[in-house]
């Protein structure tokens, strides 16, 4: 199994979501989170300067088998991609062992 965590914008949230759900991942959890890019430079909106050095982001956590981690991650990329600055990044971590605390299945099963 594998853990996926997504930094993304928050205006491709709803896409992404959208695209997870196409592929039939239909479990996840999401949290709002700000951090700190490369990016200095400042934007002007209507004449006031507004700092891009925190930055409003979506994190994504998401468990599937070994099998799904591509496909996952490769729809993320899709989703998720503006080519701009800031579209966010992708990480991938093993995940030892899993559990549905109802059932108390295990493993795989205990992520589907």
């Known amino acids: 199994m594998k853990k996926i965590e997504a930094i993304i914008r928050k205006s491709k949230f709803d896409e992404v ?9 239909n479990f996840f959890s999401y949290w ?15 004449g006031i300067s507004y700092s891009t050095t925190d930055i ?36 991938v971590s093993d995940v030892i062992e ?4 109802r059932t108390k299945e295990s493993g795989q099963a205990g992520i589907n």
Not at 17 to 25: G, P
Not at 32 to 44: I, L, M
Not at 82 to 90: E, F, Q, Y
């Open 32 to 46: 709002d989170v700000t951090g700190v890019g490369n990016e200095k430079q400042g934007h002007v909106y209507r």
């Open 56 to 91: 409003q982001r979506r994190y994504l956590s998401i468990v599937v088998s070994d099998e799904f981690t591509q496909k996952t991650v490769d729809t993320i990329l899709e989703a998720a991609y503006s080519g701009n600055v800031g579209d966010g990044k992708i990480f």
């Open 17 to 25: 979501k959208a695209a997870l759900h196409q592929i039939e991942v």
């Open 98 to 101: 899993a559990y549905r605390i």
